[in-house]
């Protein structure tokens, strides 16, 4: 079992920077992937970047390509999303999320077991 506390979300203007944590619960947590998604009003959640367990393998998607990078410390439990250059249309709720099998990345919410609560970013223009 995993659990994920997401933090570090806010209100920033646009061509600003967050970085969002996401703190995982349980001793295996070093041989999960994870992923990074988010959810607009009226839209589909989305994976903005995935990475499997060691970091060696990382997606992202066209629309944060260069703008967000994605990090993890398994001796912390934490993965991190450290997004620049924000745009409005990157507000959303973000979530971090978990899957087993972590020798590869996943784009898809069905690929995933864990999700955090998820945190709110709000970039104005």
């Known amino acids: 079992q995993v659990q994920l506390v997401e933090s570090g979300g806010g209100l920033v203007q646009a061509g600003g920077s967050l970085r969002l944590s996401c703190a995982a619960s349980?001793?295996?947590?070093?041989?999960?992937?994870m992923g990074w998604f988010r959810q607009a009003p009226g839209k589909e959640r989305e994976c903005v970047a995935a990475f499997n367990w060691s970091g060696s393998r990382t997606y992202y998607a066209d629309s944060v390509k260069g703008r967000f990078t994605s990090s993890r410390d398994n001796a912390k439990n934490t993965v991190y999303l450290h997004m620049n250059s924000l745009k409005p249309e990157d507000t959303a709720v973000y979530y971090c999320?978990?899957?087993?099998?972590?020798?590869?990345?996943?784009?898809?919410?069905?690929?995933?077991?864990?999700w955090g609560q998820g945190t709110q970013v709000t970039v104005s223009s």
């Open positions: 349980g001793r295996t947590f070093s041989r999960y992937a």
């Open positions: 999320a978990a899957r087993s099998g972590g020798s590869g990345y996943a784009t898809g919410t069905d690929s995933y077991d864990y």
